[in-house]
């Protein structure tokens, strides 16, 4: 039985897991750089262990120093959290072979999905939909074009390493293609390491809409339901929803279905996340997996009931899932918020500094899970996220009223935050609506003047 996780994360997820694990009993490592010494995950667990310097190459990226730290303190398992090394199959590997539970699904899992090719081709043979386009990478200019002309333009060029919309480039002709295919072969060789692309059909305005997945380790998968994530800027989410207004009911079924499928074919274990295009007509399209537990996390949570960090111990801990698909249910809806310390009338730069008043809502319906208080000086080092709002209820409208009332309480005082533009958001009528795509975002700066923001 597990007794004792190091926690391979910093933040708000570090802090989420502490939490878990203290309410299964379980004893909690803290590894951190130095520039993470005052972090509230550091001070509540049981143990913790500086790995390195403030750069996250220097310490939460050093897996020789966070397995060094898993010897020395003899834990029986790391939770990897999201980002960092949470789908370096690599080390999940030497956590593997160094008998320490890795929290997450097996290495074989996550080098399968990780290669976006292989994933999509993966689920397609197992009966999932997939965007049409060419079988794999493609070897050459002239193939590429030749797939691009057959699919018909718009298409898009993705890295086979690529995912969460690094490396993509987009093509509306023949012309545009030759530049854009070569421009996102070296971007691949230069961030991953590996120049291999693919192509396919461009989906215009889509809905980005997730399944969560849960898989034990005896056969049983389960999905939990989706997320809708359409709203987001520059590949980072910022508001994440469930259920989607968009879906159907017989929709929700087949995306379900089609999701627990792709899963299944990735022999997964663990906690994971099935990513979804819809367009407009209702068509959807895998486009890739996510073999971590995932910042929205408490959306679904929230919806179902279900402790998705619990869920994950017990299962690294070899149990089964001790319920069923039909036991799920979905009677709540659940809205996240993330906030950044950024400044949302200035592009978005980010806005690290020390936090005089801290005062987070509170009251029904309302979850903030945050690792900073008054007095937290938020480091320059790390993504800007420094909490996430979280509000529900039993309809659409009463978790968005709820979310626009907790967001007017919330007082974060010394650092600017994206918490105008989240009201800002909750009070226009496309979103209030259900009508938001991927597109949303830049529409919505585009028609809104800054200082709504300031
Ligand atoms: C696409 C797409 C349209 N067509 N694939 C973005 C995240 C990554 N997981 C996949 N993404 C997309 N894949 C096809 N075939 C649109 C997106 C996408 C996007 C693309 C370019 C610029 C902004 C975007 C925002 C959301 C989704």
Redesign the pocket.
Known sequence: MIQKVLIANRGEIALRIVRACRELGIKTLAVYSEADVQSLHVQLADEAICIGGPKSADSYLRADRIISAAEIADVDAIHPGYGFLSENAKFAEQCESCNIKFIGPKSKSIRMMGDKAIAKDTVRKAGVPT?PGSDGPVESEGEAVKVARKIGYPV?IKAVAG???RG?R?AHNDVSFAKEYHVARNEAEKAFGNGAVYV????EK?R?IEFQILADGHGKVLHLGERDCSV?RR?QKLIEESPSPFLTPGLRKAMGKAAVKAASAADYENAGTI?F?VDAKGNFYF??MNTRIQVEHPVTEECTGIDLIKQQLRIADGLKLDFDQGDIKFDRHAIECRINAEDPARNFTPSPGTIGLYYSPGGNGVRVDSHVYSGYTIPPYYDSMIGKLITYGPNRKAALDRMYRSLSEYLIRGIKTTIPLHKAIMSDPVFIEGKAT?AYMEEFMARTPTDLFT
């Open positions: 965007v898009i995912g969460g919309g993509m987009i396919e059909k461009y989906i889509p980005h987001q590949h990513e295009l486009i890739e991927t």
